[in-house]
């Protein structure tokens, strides 16, 4: 007998574990938290693709449930609804390349790609200010020169991972935003220090923490991962424990045993994938990029286990056991972002698009926007319940690159027809019907 259980997200902080909440409570502070009964102080501190043959995966949905071909179809039949006429945050990103933002509280947060010297740019949300510059390119202690992820653990603190240089999970408390002139982390996990804790305990190469990375409210992390068998794709590591729990098989696949000849990295690389997860920290979420597969788990005692799992295609990046290739004319992209909110589950897809066709269609719009002609839309949002049952599509008049939601509000970043960033935001109590809209579907 299947069961799907719902579970609510956190709505005051009776629900966090007193451990949890003296430790983060303490982090926020600089007072530090307990780990294994040590004081953890504060510190000073990714496709193209190659045709071959799809191998169809049934979905596996419930024991009673429809079975269906792709998302698409799943979806099919679901309402669709409209958000259109966002609004233009004040918020100069003129040679920022964004890529990706968190909001908290009364601040919004980017990380960058590009030129800038900087990897973090923390702006007031009513007035647009750059309030500071963080996460500055270099070596010392408070510098970092790749911010390879970005997420808000709650209205006041954020995290991101690192990369080039230090293997970082880094916490930022906007508390503390005008305490100094440089912005620091008040507390960070070394991915890199656990690695050489894993050698040392296994007497071997273990494994490793990537990104994405996602945290729970008592900051364990889950992030996707490689291992040495090539088996587990996921990893959760509690701080106080000595090492990471890996886990979560990959998908299945007819090219299964080529896959397992290569190294671990460029098996992660194969599957690259987003990662959610709810306010309470209980249930997470996995999309694929190069794949129709839509992962559905609970998270409880340090163990992530599947409640749902859609998977409709194979990966479309093929292998001959020594290396992968992926074919920008033929190979289907799908999921871009997963994001929980308000016990939903919003998935950003382009339902199979080729790269190519991708590119083709952003130039489109690109064209457009330049000629002052009305964006045609061919991104959308797949809205489930976080117990996994799909609700319905969500169509914007603009084709998001990341969102995040507060309160009533949608925030949807954005590339204009300039090829400069900008955030609109859309109030949620505005969604009509698809067919009331003046939403333009492009044409695949």
Known sequence: MCEVHRLVGVQNRAQLSDVALANIEALASGEGANINGKTMKMSKKWTSSIL???????????????????????????????????????????????????????YLVTSHAGMLDYGLGIYDLRTGELVKKAAFHGDGPDEYNLVTSLEPFNDSIFYISTNNGKNHVAFYNLHHLQDEEVFRPFYYIDRFEVSRKEKEALGEYGGSMLFPVVCTPDTTLVSRAYEATRTKMLAVYNPREELPRYCIDYPFSAQQAKEDQLHPAAKYAMYQSFLGINDRGDKVFNVFISADIIHFYRLKDGELKPYRQYEYSATSAKTDGNSYGMSAGKSGTYHQRVHWHD?????????????????????????????????????????????????????????????????DTLYVLRTNGEGDSEILSYNMRNMKPLEESSILLAKK
């Open 343 to 407: 016990g939903r589950v919003y998935v950003l897809s382009n339902g199979g698009l080729t790269y190519n066709d991708r590119r083709s269609l952003e130039w489109r719009q690109s064209d457009r926007m330049e000629q002052g002609e009305k964006e045609e839309t061919f991104m959308k949002m797949l809205v489930f319940s976080d117990e996994g049952k799909p609700l319905h599509t969500l169509y914007l008049d603009v084709n998001p690159n990341d969102f995040r939601f507060s309160g």
């Open 52 to 106: 071959f043959g799809w191998v169809v995966v049934a979905g596996v949905i419930s024991c009673s449930e429809k079975e269906y071909g792709s998302t698409e179809e799943m979806f099919a039949d679901l309402p669709r609804y409209a958000l259109e006429e966002g609004q233009k945050l004040p918020i100069d990103l003129i040679g920022a390349f964004v890529r990706e933002f968190a909001v908290c509280g009364p």
